[in-house]
């Protein structure tokens, strides 16, 4: 069946630092995979998404990136921020047939001042 | 604003006592979602609406129902709650395309 894998499942780096987390999927036939980010007490929030067309997509300090033959995407922070620190969770879609996402199980993301 | 308002926010119920989580959303998406959120789970969707009148079951709907008479309203229903239905729950909505948005949450106990 349809899964998302998200590693790691905690992360914590210095300010400054880079953040990677990573994941993989099994349904060949997903073609979107947005990125969330939440914070204590509050919904998630899309940060950015990429599109099975697309193999890397940039905003500001944030990018993606997409591996449609391994079946794996991965989220780049770079000159990460007190305020970066959250919970990521990564998701799969089918484009919009159906609008269902299958969600990863969540990076608990530390940024130490 | 453009948003996602769920009601309550907070709520601490006894088994089998029904209770309705509110859901409305003032982007006139067509596509609307519940989730629940438990530790080490992830979201998982409950029920989905792809427009008026049309619902269907996610990955976890045991135990809820839902209803979708208007656009911008989807709420979610527990008939008879049990203690596993414990949980952190969102509301979504989105246009095509897949970009969804998410509500604040509803954290409901059920003792």
């Known amino acids: 069946g349809e899964n998302v894998e998200q590693h790691p499942s905690t992360l914590s780096v210095q300010e400054g630092d880079s953040a990677v987390i990573k994941c993989t999927y099994s349904?060949?036939?997903?073609?979107?995979f947005p990125w969330y980010k939440q914070e204590l007490g509050k919904g998630p929030q899309l940060i950015i998404d990429i599109r099975s067309n697309v193999g890397e997509k940039k905003d500001q300090r944030i990018a993606v990136t997409l591996n449609k033959t391994a079946k794996h995407f991965s989220l780049h922070i770079t000159e990460t921020q007190p305020e970066d620190s959250a919970v990521y969770f990564c998701a799969e879609g089918d484009g919009g047939a159906t609008n269902k996402l299958i969600f990863g199980t969540g990076t608990l993301l530390a940024v130490q001042p | 604003e453009a948003q996602v308002t769920q009601n309550p926010r907070y709520l601490i119920t006894v088994t089998g006592k029904k209770l309705t989580v509110t859901c409305s959303q003032n982007m006139n998406h067509e596509y609307m979602s519940w989730y629940r959120q438990d530790p080490g789970l992830g979201l998982r969707q409950i029920y989905y609406s792809m427009n008026v009148e049309v619902t269907d079951k996610g990955d976890v709907p045991e135990g809820y129902k839902v209803s979708r008479k208007e656009k911008r309203n989807f709420p979610l229903i527990l008939e008879s709650p049990s203690p596993n239905q414990t949980s952190l729950y969102f509301c979504?909505?989105?246009?095509?395309?897949?970009?969804?948005?998410f509500g604040p949450g509803t954290r409901l106990t059920v003792l």
């Open positions: 979504a909505s989105g246009a095509s395309g897949d970009t969804q948005y």
């Open positions: 349904d060949s036939a997903s073609n979107y």
